[in-house]
């Protein structure tokens, strides 16, 4: 593995056994790095404003503050936020829930700095190369099954299957909430249904399949 310079690493993650062992592995490959954390995305917005790191490597099962309970799409919000408001920024998402990003695929392909994927049960050579592709300005994304499969949603496709299935709303509601027609609601499920390959099968409940599936892809929580 070549050797990339660094000089500030910013690490997010709420647990802090998870950091010592990020901060250990990367303090002895990148000694001479300035390594910063932040266990919230409140404290990871300032962290990024005011510290400009070289790369962030962060989970995506954080809390919006101290004392509330960490999410995966609090996660996700936070990454879309730095995916657009700093495009040239080097990024690794070190997380157990990294089939997720399927949610912000469009964003992760059009970023400009790197991007690498390192699940937590790498080993601390492969966690350490994720880093340094991260640095080269790479994008690594293939141990994701979704990402690699070409999985794609549209923003109004994932609202429906937020409202359905985290929310349960029926599909008149949804309209309401989306300020659509019910019969375009319909059509929203079927496209979400059409790309997550579930189609009617006898004695089969679709909508509860199309959850399943959803579920599986890391579409929702």
């Known amino acids: 593995m070549s050797e990339t310079k660094i000089e500030k690493i910013l690490v997010i993650d709420d647990h802090e056994l998870v950091i010592s062992g990020t ?20 404290d990871a917005e300032k962290q990024i404003e005011n510290f400009s790191p070289d790369v962030i490597v962060m989970d995506l099962s954080i809390p919006e ?25 080097n990024l690794v998402v070190q997380s157990a829930h990294a089939r997720t990003l399927v949610r912000i695929k ?12 390192a699940d937590k049960s790498l080993s601390r050579q492969e966690m350490l190369a ?36 985290q929310e ?21 499920w079927n496209k979400v249904q059409d790309a997550l390959n579930v189609y009617p099968e006898e004695g089969k409940n679709i909508r509860i399949q199309t959850e399943m599936r959803a579920r599986e892809e890391g579409l929702i929580d």
């Open 23 to 42: 901060i250990d592995i990367l303090q002895k490959h990148y000694f001479q790095a300035e390594i910063i954390t932040a266990q919230t995305v409140q």
């Open 65 to 89: 503050q101290t004392g509330e309970v960490a999410r995966t799409d609090l996660g996700i919000q936070l990454l879309r936020k730095i995916l657009k408001k700093y495009p040239e920024i």
């Open 106 to 117: 469009q964003e992760i392909d059009s970023h400009k700095g790197g991007f690498t994927v």
């Open 130 to 165: 994720r880093v340094n592709w991260a640095l080269q300005g790479l994008t690594h994304t293939k141990d994701i099954k979704s990402i690699q499969a070409g999985l794609e949603f549209k923003p109004e496709w994932l609202k429906v299957l937020e409202l359905a299935f």
């Open 168 to 188: 349960g709303l029926q599909d008149k509601a949804i309209a309401d909430r989306l300020n659509v027609s019910e019969r375009m609601v319909r059509h929203y």
